[in-house]
């Protein structure tokens, strides 16, 4: 962007002189426009260069404090006046009031005409735009060539501070620090600075600022645009201290590389982490033999983050699904960054802590491999953590340790089972520990068409009996069996005499063909009977 202080450091402009000592030079001057109209407020742009005669004030130049307020509202780089046939000194008023709001006055010599003096400051501004131009695409040029080289970000980073001669700095989308140049090395107290300057900007109106009012500022922050809801952010400092040729266009041009180049870096990452899901997807779907085999072959494991280990423990997170969320690209861009958020924050407390993604049920498989006590309890702090980020809630379904890798498929089965029993029920933000199954539950999980055969083949006519006589037959053997074959007990707990339970007992047994009281069918009568009283005809 040129300045008023450009132009006049120009030799072909030297004559041009700036009538008040605190004129703002800094201003951006993006065109000239010549004016004689008293009105110019609504027919000029802001950041013009107006010049004039001042023919409209040489009887009034109270007039010209006017005009002054009227161009620093509309954000005019300056006036030039040409003091000559109309105006030949500037009333110290004037002077003034333009040193009070640091409007700058430029006293335009009698040997330029205006015309001419507007052609050539057009014509200087352009040039240096095309300077800026040029610079600005040998910038993406060079870091797009280090791009297909495959150099890293944090080359890319150092070399884009050293083209531009001030500190730079990359935040992930966690707002976390990536990359920085050397100068945070040689000055590490930069680094909080800038984080705490990061803070403000996400907690300010700024937030959604255009880049060319940031841009001003002492620090320049732009969005890097690699992933569309969870963009990375670069932080330029002592922007101040920026340059010609240096340009916004210049930063943008970065950016743009530097999205492309973390945008292929992610796509690498998740080709990698899809081989490692679908091993340990595998893994949990193979036999404990098979398990065992493969224990002898540890370097594999390394490589897909399983280690040899005499405790495992599957914990299942999933993502409440949020209301009336449908943008696909917005949900998996959220799956990703939750798998890296996850990532991170579990390896926090223990780097032996495994993630594995499941992508068709949008879960991850989190893998711990050694014992941690507070295991829940930090699970609850990550789902604290993660609704304050992401806006969103976590749930868990948590397995129980085993001891072998043979047993892992075990532990996973559990901690799917406790997260769907939750989940399947429309619960949002659970941490649910797996509980095994009562003998109700199992058989509900029997279809009734299936159970029913096995009900008439072990009972017999004692399944639904239709006469009094068989149903105190059945009642008493259901109860004789639960007192686990005490005739005493059973005869006391349904008030009949000793013997009559034995001869009702006996009577079972000549309808059922076999000794109730036989190791290989007490079990399946037991169940049978259980069954038939959930399951009528």
Same mark, same amino acid.
């Given at each position: 962007m040129t300045t008023l202080k450009d132009i006049l450091s120009v030799l072909q402009f030297s004559d041009l002189t700036l009538l008040n000592e605190q004129g703002d030079l800094e201003r951006t001057v993006e065109m000239v426009d010549i004016t004689e109209t008293p009105d110019i407020r609504d027919f000029t742009t802001p950041h013009s260069f107006i010049v004039t005669t001042g023919m409209n004030y040489k009887d009034n130049q109270s007039g010209l404090i006017s005009l002054i307020r009227e161009l620093n509202d509309i954000q005019v780089a300056g006036l030039g006046i040409k003091l000559s046939r109309f105006l030949k000194k500037l009333d110290d008023e004037v +002077?003034? *009031?333009a040193n009070k709001i640091q409007f700058p006055i430029i006293e335009i010599p009698e040997s330029w005409n205006l015309g001419s003096i507007t052609h050539h400051i057009s014509s200087f501004i352009l040039d240096e735009e095309t300077e800026k131009l040029h610079f600005a695409l040998d910038t993406q040029q060079e870091l797009n060539d280090m791009l297909i080289q495959g150099l890293n970000l944090d080359m890319m980073i150092e070399r884009l501070s050293r083209l531009i001669k001030v500190p730079v700095m990359l935040l992930n989308p966690f707002h976390e620090v990536e990359s920085v140049s050397q100068h945070f090395h040689q000055h590490s107290e930069l680094v909080q600075k800038n984080l705490n300057y990061f803070r403000r900007y996400l907690n300010s109106e700024q937030s959604n600022a255009s880049h060319k009012t940031v841009f001003q500022e002492d620090y320049a922050i732009f969005k890097v645009p690699a992933f569309k809801y969870f963009p990375y952010y670069l932080i330029i400092s002592n922007i101040n201290m920026l340059n010609y040729p240096i340009s916004l266009l210049t930063i943008e041009q970065a950016v743009n590389i530097l999205s492309l180049e973390i945008y292929k870096? &992610?796509? +690498?990452? !998740?080709? !990698?982490?899809?081989?490692t899901d679908h091993f340990f997807s595998s893994l949990m779907s193979e036999q404990p033999n098979n398990l065992i085999s493969l224990t002898q072959h540890t370097d594999l494991l390394k490589k897909y983050h399983i280690q040899s280990s005499d405790f495992y423990q $599957? +914990?299942? %997170?999933?993502?409440?699904?949020?209301?009336? $969320?449908e943008n696909s690209v917005y949900l998996n861009e959220l799956y990703q960054m939750t798998f890296e958020w996850l990532t991170h924050m579990f390896h926090n407390i223990d780097p032996t802590i495994s993630i594995y993604m #499941? @992508?068709?049920q949008r879960r991850f498989t989190i893998l711990l491999q050694t014992g941690h006590h507070y295991y /829940? !309890? /930090? %699970?609850? /702090?990550?789902q604290k953590e993660y609704q304050h980020f992401f806006d969103t809630t976590l749930s868990f379904g948590i397995g129980n340790e085993v001891s072998e890798l043979s047993q892992l498929p075990l532990s996973f089965f559990e901690a799917n089972e406790a997260y769907d029993n939750k989940h399947e029920k429309g619960a949002h933000e *659970?941490? =649910?520990? /797996?509980? #095994?199954?009562s003998v109700? !539950?199992?058989l509900q999980l029997i279809p009734a068409n299936k159970l029913k055969p096995f009900i008439m083949y072990t009972l017999g006519s004692l399944a639904y009996p239709k006469t009094t006589k068989g149903k105190e037959l059945k009642d008493t053997l259901n109860v004789y069996m =639960?007192?686990? %074959?005490?005739? @005493?007990? @059973? &005869?006391e707990e349904i008030f009949i005499h000793r013997n009559t339970v034995k001869y009702r007992i006996k009577k079972c047994e000549e309808i059922l063909g076999q000794s109730v009281e036989s190791p290989d069918t007490s079990l399946g009568i037991r169940l049978a009977l259980f069954a038939s009283e959930k399951i009528m005809l």
């Open positions: +002077i003034a *009031f870096n &992610s796509k +690498i990452k !998740e080709a !990698e982490q899809r081989d $599957v +914990i299942i %997170c999933g993502i409440d699904k949020g209301k009336d $969320v #499941s @992508t068709g /829940y !309890e /930090y %699970c609850k /702090y990550i *659970f941490i =649910e520990l /797996y509980k #095994s199954k109700e !539950e199992l =639960e007192n686990q %074959c005490d005739l @005493t007990k @059973t &005869s």
